[in-house]
């Protein structure tokens, strides 16, 4: 059963990114702030879930929340600033902008790293998004918006098989990348065809 807050007494907005540890594509990041008695059957850790089922759940998300928001870092931002630093302005921008809709009084984070947002108190969370709702509907909404920015780019680029890897470094993305070699949306700080940036600075939650 996930927790509806962490804080009490304050508007709290969680937050999640997706797409880190992918060869390709922006990261995504999302913030969502949940009504105080909010409650979903299916509301879960992305990971966890289908995509019909994260599908639907962005549906709802979208309707009942006090507000949401997606934020995104380019590939060549993170080439520039690494990944750690851009899932975190991602997340800055999502909160950024559902700051635009309501005032946000604390901050949740999944994971355990995390840069002062604004003046605001925060909490990293390991593993937040299969523990509080507002984290876990923040991994749906960035992980959904992620994956259509890279279904969309899969047409363009159809060789990579990013309509079904996403840009994670599969056989399929590794061998297109010895055949075809780099795009504009590759990470070219990332070792295409070996240990990624994820691997040297985090470790899985």
Known sequence: MLQSHYYTGLVEAGTDEAGRGCLAGPVYAAAVILPDDYSHPLLNDSKQLTDRQRRLLRNDIERDALAWAVGICSPQEIDKINILNASILAMHRALDAVAEQKEIEAVIVDGNRFKPWRDKPYTTIVKGDGKMMAIAAASILAKTYRDDCMIALAQQYP???????????????????????????????????????????????
């Open 159 to 205: 060789q990579y098989g990013w309509d079904k890897n996403m840009g994670y470094p599969t056989k399929q993305h590794r061998d297109a990348i010895r055949l075809y070699g780099l795009t504009e949306h590759h990470r070219r700080s990332f070792n295409q065809l070996g240990t990624t940036q994820l691997e040297l600075h985090f470790q899985d939650e």
